[in-house]
């Protein structure tokens, strides 16, 4: 039996961090999202000292018409021409390569993330235990055996997928077998961010304000306090080559033996990350940070908006769309 788990009173961090994932708490700039986030929410924020560049790769990133007001949480896509935004109030977008143009999702509930394996097999997930599944025509709600809030989905395969977030009781993981949906214990009372992985008996989830979780085929094993602020993006390229990003600008790599800072050069929450190779990753953030990893330094790119960005993620180098408040979508081309 999982026992619900109930914060210290002096725990503000972290009671703070729980309401704002349930949307007790608006998202109005980087002020209240280090205040409501970050242990050390009283520091001031770090000056951005970095050189503004178009774009990493060549290309530079254009807004693109997204027919919605709503906050996009999340990116994904099998391929240019079939990409998927999620968002809050149930809302669903796809890019036929052309257009972005809205699919109904059948519920109201915030969506937190969206992947998939192909085309016609994509996941959705967020809050009130909220799963939906794309068969390539419809969107069809799945049962999750939960009502806690899920904000994370991956997986390697068909049938080896990973929803992660948070309940009463604590951390919160799902796992999809190819026939359904059934609870992991974490071993962790915090919630869970981003899930991320390179088989599927090598699965990494960021979760609360330190840690990262690892799977490794039979149990996840919480390793405390690797990290300086709370890490909601997570990305990698292999068990050697993985990024962790978060609050006031803090990016961390490891490299298969250890865990090392990356300056950014930003004060700014970090919420995305993706790349396509350890020479082309993606950071995405509030107010419109964007920062690009070129194998040797992390530089800022221009977004033209001030709406935090909340996912990233690209079909190919030069072929990267990024997602966040108010509707905003951008996409970086050649």
């Known amino acids: 039996m999982r026992l619900k788990y109930q914060p210290r009173g002096a725990n503000m961090a972290w009671r703070q961090d729980m309401a704002r994932r ?66 809050v109030a149930g809302t669903i977008l796809q890019w036929n390569g052309a257009t972005w143009s809205p699919q109904s999702s059948g519920t109201s509930n915030h969506l937190q993330a969206v992947w998939g394996t192909d085309a016609s097999n994509v996941w959705a997930v967020g809050f009130a235990g909220t799963i939906l ?27 080896h997928v990973w ?20 609870q992991q214990p974490t071993g962790t009372p915090q919630p869970i961010h981003r899930i991320w992985g390179v088989s599927a008996n090598a699965v990494w989830a960021s979760a609360g304000i330190y840690d990262l979780l690892r799977w490794d085929g039979a149990t996840w094993t919480v390793q405390n306090s690797v990290f300086t602020s709370t890490p909601f993006g997570l990305w990698g390229t292999d068990a050697d080559n993985i990024w962790v990003a978060g609050g006031f600008g803090h990016i961390q790599k490891w490299d298969g033996t250890q865990w090392a800072e990356q300056p950014s050069n930003s004060g700014d929450y970090f919420f995305g990350l993706w790349g396509s190779g350890t020479n082309n990753v993606f950071a995405v953030g509030a107010t419109g940070t964007i920062r690009h990893w070129n194998g040797a330094a992390w530089s800022a790119q221009a977004s033209g908006t001030s709406n935090p960005l909340f996912g990233v993620w690209g079909s190919g180098a030069n072929r990267v769309w990024s997602v966040g408040a108010q509707g905003t979508i951008l996409h970086k081309t050649p």
């Open 163 to 182: 929803a992660g977030g948070f309940d009463e009781y604590g951390g919160l993981m799902l796992q999809w077998d190819g026939t359904s949906w059934s």
């Open 22 to 87: 349930m949307g007790m708490l608006a998202l109005s700039g980087i002020l209240l999202i280090a205040g409501c986030i970050d242990s050390a929410a009283d520091r001031p924020l770090q000056t951005d000292t970095s050189t503004t560049t178009s774009g990493g790769k060549g290309g530079r990133w254009i807004p693109q018409p997204s027919g919605t007001t709503q906050d996009l949480k999340d990116v994904w896509g099998s391929d240019a021409n079939h990409v998927w935004a999620v968002g």
């Open 133 to 159: 599944k794309w068969n390539g025509s419809t969107w069809s709600p799945q049962p999750s055996g939960t009502t806690g809030a899920l904000n994370a989905v991956w997986g390697t395969d068909a049938d």
